[in-house]
């Protein structure tokens, strides 16, 4: 597609399950991101891959949170054990990394609420 | 740690007038700064990017500054119109990490 496609859009789960979100990049963009942003607040970096580099995986928030991508494409993160606090809008973002600068695609995120 | 600060409190104008938004960082010396816009609903769209080595950068109705002896960029959007009602998000970068630090965005209301 010609954007950045998440989904899904929304996603209601139980306390304690499991979820997996999907993330499908521009094609051709080399660099992948995923963020999580609560409620009127700010973008909170989660976890980046760069081509076939160590994805850097500093801002994920417990090891409860997981990501991969497959064959430098789709990406999937996935949350084990839910817990409320990890309601949030999830969003993904693509760049192309051959320019000094840094402009990323976003999609239009995941809406996940645990109950 | 570096800091992002974005005014937190909506700013409300007038149709017509010129919208103000500030970014400020510290411990941080970006090369440079983009900011991006978000609607409701959806996730932030890039407008526009500014090097450290720019003063001023303009598209359209849309004018960034950015003063690297202040640690501030401003974002400015003159005749502003209903249609701007969005909220505004700072993300300083630089060169040696392909990551930004995002500002937890100014929501700006533009009312007839």
């Known amino acids: 597609g010609a954007g950045v496609s998440q989904s899904p859009s929304n996603k209601v789960t139980e306390k304690g399950k499991d979820v997996e979100l999907r993330c499908d990049p521009i094609s051709g963009h080399t660099a992948l991101y995923w963020y999580r942003q609560s409620l009127g607040q700010g973008l909170e970096f989660l976890i980046y891959f760069q081509g076939n580099s160590a994805p850097d995986k500093s801002g994920l928030p417990s090891d409860r949170f997981s990501a991969e991508r497959t064959g430098g494409s789709v990406s999937t993160l996935t949350i084990q054990r839910t817990q409320q606090e990890d309601s949030a809008v999830y969003l993904c973002?693509?760049?192309?990394?051959?320019?000094?600068?840094?402009?990323?695609?976003f999609g239009a995120g995941t809406r996940l609420s645990v109950l | 740690s570096q800091k992002i600060e974005q005014n937190s409190e909506a700013l409300n104008i007038q149709e017509g007038k010129t919208a103000t938004l500030t970014c400020n960082y510290t411990n941080y010396s970006p090369a440079y700064l983009q900011w991006y816009r978000q609607d409701p609903g959806r996730g932030p769209v890039f407008l526009l990017l500014i090097r450290e080595n720019e003063k001023e950068k303009r598209k359209e109705r849309l004018k960034v500054t950015f003063d690297t002896t202040l640690k501030q960029s401003l974002f400015h959007i003159t005749a502003s119109q209903p249609a701007d009602s969005a909220t505004y998000l700072c993300?300083?970068?630089?060169?040696?990490?392909?990551?930004?630090?995002f500002g937890t965005g100014t929501r700006l209301q533009v009312f007839p």
């Open positions: 993300a300083p970068g630089d060169l040696n990490t392909d990551k930004l630090i």
């Open positions: 973002a693509s760049s192309f990394i051959g320019t000094s600068e840094n402009i990323q695609y």
